[in-house]
């Protein structure tokens, strides 16, 4: 089974408005991190937020937060007021405490903002 | 603001080939990592390195894969005898220590984009 499913493989967003990245995840382990990167055509994989299972609150980083529902097992990332350096591929990301610091990652979602 | 390095960013090698990628981590981080992406697919886990041991691989990494930490700075990933479907883009990441599990961030360098002809 899939640990991690993003179902979008491509979206668009007018410039300046906010768009949604949804992730869902599957794990049996408590203690969990999910963690969102942004791949850019240059192919680094930049870091943008992180959650973890026992975080009470949606974690929130400048124009980027996440849409944490723990029961549901969804992860998803909200990015506000879109720019066009926003275009992108996404990934969503989950380390699992009994996994030894290992990533899965999800297949991706691109990204393209619309001037 | 520090940042993991890799070296090189291309690399293009002749099948059968042995190719050394290289990364440095960042200087306090304790955990490295090895990940690759294939063209068009997801990131993948090869290995994780902690006090000069692999702590964990996956299935992709085979024999023909070593890592090695030759000295305080260095993180490099071996592939002793390249094949076609070696090319990938190669990712090095490090994160600052595992104690509370999944919580540390792993960054990630810009990759090393090798192919394999």
């Known amino acids: 089974a899939q640990k991690i499913t993003q179902t979008q493989p491509g979206m668009f967003v007018q410039e300046k408005e906010a768009v949604t990245l949804d992730c869902t995840y599957d794990?049996?382990?408590?203690?969990?991190?999910l963690f969102w990167y942004k791949q850019p055509s240059s192919g680094e994989m930049i870091f943008l937020i992180y959650?973890?299972?026992?975080?009470?609150q949606n974690a929130t980083e400048g124009r980027y937060s996440l849409n944490f529902q723990k029961a549901r097992k969804s992860a998803n990332l909200v990015i506000s007021a879109s720019q066009l350096g926003d275009s992108a591929m996404y990934f969503c990301?989950?380390?699992?405490?009994?996994?030894?610091?290992?990533?899965?990652f999800g297949d991706g979602t691109t990204l393209t903002v619309k001037p | 603001e520090p940042e993991v390095t890799q070296t090189p960013s291309h690399q293009v090698t002749q099948m059968g080939q042995e190719v050394i990628l290289r990364c440095v981590p960042i200087?306090?981080?304790?955990?490295f990592y090895w990940y690759r992406q294939i063209l068009g697919q997801k990131v993948e886990f090869l290995v994780s390195?902690?006090?000069?041991?692999?702590?964990?691989k996956s299935e992709i990494f085979d024999d023909q894969f070593s890592v090695e930490r030759p000295d305080g700075s260095n993180f490099t990933l071996k592939i002793r005898s390249t094949k076609l479907e070696d090319s990938a883009m190669y990712f090095c990441?490090?994160?600052?220590?595992?104690?509370?599990?999944?919580?540390?961030?792993?960054?990630f360098g810009p990759g090393t984009r090798l192919l394999v002809l």
């Open positions: 990441a490090s994160s600052e220590a595992l104690a509370g599990g999944p919580r540390e961030t792993q960054y």
């Open positions: 794990t049996s382990d408590p203690s969990y991190g």
């Open positions: 959650q973890g299972s026992y975080d009470q």
């Open positions: 990301a989950m380390r699992e405490s009994t996994n030894a610091g290992k990533s899965t």
């Open positions: 200087s306090n981080h304790l955990y």
């Open positions: 390195f902690y006090n000069n041991e692999i702590s964990e």
